[in-house]
């Protein structure tokens, strides 16, 4: 009778490894659906092989996250990420409901970044250029419930920040640094 539990103990043991490296296996090569804000996605991959005489995968080259409409067309949502063949990023980004938000990431193959671009509601809103890895130019506008206020510049080495006429002075720039201070009095801009 131990002989059996024990036996029985060993064989659930094994059997629970197995799920458990057929689970990870297969989050690896096709990727469990998840929820991202408030959809289900699933993960769509492009992966590199060796050569078109070993056609072995052996990484991701490109990989997305997309839900479904009921008409079949796929919606980006969430991120998605590109890398060189050294498995290095080339680009990343973040999509909602088909657009892009926030910042997209390039970089070159020797893992220096190169440019950004930044995104609210689908909308390019700004830019970064990068030399050998260091901010060179930046131009970004500054936004109020989606609505253009004022931009936040980089160039020769320092920040800046101007306000488009008729908008109000709301906020202070470090030159040294680009981080922005809210201003509790402020007055109208091009007065």
Partial sequence: MRRRIRLTIVALALLAVLLTAVAAAYE????????VDGHWV?????WYGYSL????????GEMSWYYTLPD?????????VYR????RYAWLAEYRDGRLVGTATRWNEHGLKTNEEFYYAG???????YLDGQLHYWNEQILDDGRAVASRKFENGRWRLSFNCGE????????RTGELSVL??????CS
């Fill in 184 to 189: 509790t009095q402020g007055g109208p801009a």
């Fill in 42 to 46: 699933r993960r769509a991959t492009t």
């Fill in 28 to 35: 690896v090569v096709v990727g469990f659906p998840r929820k």
């Fill in 123 to 129: 909308r390019q809103v700004g830019w970064a250029i």
């Fill in 72 to 80: 079949g067309r796929r919606v980006l949502h969430g991120q998605r």
């Fill in 168 to 175: 109000t002075v709301s906020r202070a720039i470090d030159e």
């Fill in 84 to 87: 060189h063949h050294n498995r």
């Fill in 53 to 60: 005489a070993l056609p072995i995968p052996y990484m991701r």
